[in-house]
């Protein structure tokens, strides 16, 4: 099975994606939508599924990024 996953970012302020996925995403798993990660809220199934694909809507979170640390 193929999922066209709908990337939604909460708050706006990055810009999300579409992507295919092999694996249907879950809740608190992390994907990475260009360099950054993001933990998924939530997935909502879009349209049922048909053959051997189906369309879903992910909300995601961005993770924090480690600060950078300078040395010396």
Not at 1 to 30: H, L
Not at 56 to 71: M, N
């Amino acid at each position: 099975m193929i999922y066209k996953v709908s990337y939604v970012v909460s708050g706006g302020d990055y810009p999300g994606g579409i992507k295919n996925e092999t694996e249907r995403p879950q809740v608190g798993a992390v994907v990475q939508i260009g360099r950054m990660k993001f933990e998924v809220t939530e997935v909502h199934e879009i349209i049922p599924p048909r053959d051997d694909f189906q369309f879903l809507h992910a909300t995601v979170k961005p993770l924090p990024t480690p600060e950078k640390q300078s040395s010396g």
